[in-house]
């Protein structure tokens, strides 16, 4: 019997949480971190390749770093202020305006592809049909790297910030069937911050690698 699913905020459409990242980035334009994040950093490093996708990129700057040290990169985007500053720091890399749920990348090419934490804003049904784009675009035996939320979370987001899905870790682990993917990490990071209330970050670190071709 399948575990409850997952733990939502609240349901959205997928048009407003589109609609949500361009309001952060407009409202906010720094929302995103002007450095590389050190899970993706890591990675890169531990599962060297040639060409590396991030889902929901930003600024550009896990891509920028990428570049920096040898990677050919891509991704996608669905807010356009992050996606016109990311275009202005890679001249020519292949950035596309859109969702993962819609992915129009091409199969079995890259590497690794790399998520902080941009498709915990999906919906279960959404992130699902990403997840078999993530999949599709990846080489067989390319690594993917996701970083949702997790229902252990208490401390709120930023009010700009679209809501979020908190996932339950049972129901995490059957996004990833062993019929299909190799998990060579899966850690929960809980961290505690010094502000009144509720105060408690909850995240995934989940590496999986992709098994035999689609």
Request: proline letters at 8%; glycine letters at 8%.
């Given at each position: 019997?399948?575990?409850?699913?997952?733990?939502?905020?609240?349901?959205?459409p997928?048009s407003a949480v589109d609609?949500?990242?361009?309001?952060?980035?407009?409202e906010?334009?720094r929302f995103?971190a002007?450095?590389p994040w050190s899970?993706v950093?890591d990675?890169?490093?531990?599962?060297p390749?040639?060409?590396v996708?991030?889902?929901?990129?930003g600024?550009?700057?896990n891509l920028?770093?990428a570049?920096?040290h040898?990677?050919?990169v891509?991704?996608?985007?669905?807010?356009e202020t992050?996606?016109r500053i990311a275009c202005?720091?890679?001249?020519?890399a292949?950035?596309?305006?859109e969702?993962?749920?819609?992915?129009?990348?091409p199969?079995?090419?890259?590497d690794?592809?790399v998520?902080?934490?941009?498709?915990t804003?999906?919906?279960?049904k959404?992130l699902?049909?990403a997840l078999?784009?993530?999949?599709?675009?990846?080489?067989?035996?390319?690594?993917f790297?996701?970083?949702?939320?997790?229902?252990?979370?208490t401390?709120?987001?930023p009010?700009v910030?679209p809501?979020?899905t908190l996932w339950e870790?049972?129901a995490t682990r059957q996004?990833?069937?062993?019929?299909?993917w190799?998990t060579?990490?899966?850690?929960?990071?809980?961290?505690h911050?010094?502000?009144?209330?509720p105060?408690?970050?909850h995240?995934?670190r989940?590496r999986?690698?992709?098994?035999?071709r689609?």
């Amino acid at each position: 019997m399948d575990s409850p699913p997952i733990y939502t905020m609240m349901g959205t459409p997928r048009s407003a949480v589109d609609a949500g990242w361009e309001h952060a980035y407009t409202e906010y334009p720094r929302f995103a971190a002007e450095y590389p994040w050190s899970d993706v950093v890591d990675t890169l490093t531990q599962f060297p390749g040639e060409r590396v996708y991030e889902v929901g990129f930003g600024g550009g700057h896990n891509l920028l770093w990428a570049r920096q040290h040898g990677w050919e990169v891509a991704g996608c985007e669905i807010a356009e202020t992050p996606h016109r500053i990311a275009c202005e720091k890679l001249d020519g890399a292949d950035l596309r305006l859109e969702s993962m749920v819609d992915c129009s990348a091409p199969s079995s090419s890259y590497d690794v592809v790399v998520d902080r934490a941009a498709l915990t804003c999906l919906s279960p049904k959404d992130l699902k049909r990403a997840l078999f784009h993530v999949r599709r675009i990846l080489k067989p035996g390319g690594v993917f790297f996701f970083n949702p939320y997790g229902n252990l979370q208490t401390k709120p987001f930023p009010d700009v910030m679209p809501p979020v899905t908190l996932w339950e870790e049972r129901a995490t682990r059957q996004l990833f069937p062993d019929t299909k993917w190799e998990t060579i990490v899966f850690e929960h990071v809980i961290v505690h911050y010094d502000i009144v209330g509720p105060n408690r970050e909850h995240t995934y670190r989940i590496r999986v690698r992709k098994i035999g071709r689609d």
